[in-house]
């Protein structure tokens, strides 16, 4: 699949703040779009939830992948996937 790019578009379509999981280092980094850079674990507590399969990216994109903030970008959750 394509790689999701974070650029504006998908910065604002990306739903991640309004999710249980997003806590207050995401905020304040201002981090979202975690299905592109995956710069996840850095902010990452406790799964409470994910929100990207409601989110219009995911489907832009058609991945099936969650929890990019914990578990990593979608290409390569889907690359993991493929081994
Ligand atoms: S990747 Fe999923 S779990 Fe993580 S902040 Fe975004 S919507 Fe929430
Ligand atoms: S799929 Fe998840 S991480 Fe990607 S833009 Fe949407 S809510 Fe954010």
Do not use: W
């Not at 990207?52 to 969650?66: E, G, H, K, Y």
């Amino acid at each position: 699949m394509a790689k999701v790019p974070k650029n504006e578009e998908t910065m604002i379509k990306c739903i991640c703040n309004a999710c249980p999981t997003y806590n207050e280092c995401m905020q304040s980094g201002k981090l979202g779009v975690f299905c592109s850079a995956g710069d996840e674990i850095r902010c990452f507590e406790n799964e409470q939830g994910c929100n990207c399969q409601d989110c219009t990216v995911s489907s832009d994109f058609d991945f099936s992948t969650v929890y990019h903030c914990k578990d990593g970008s979608a290409d390569r959750q889907m690359e993991s996937r493929s081994r």
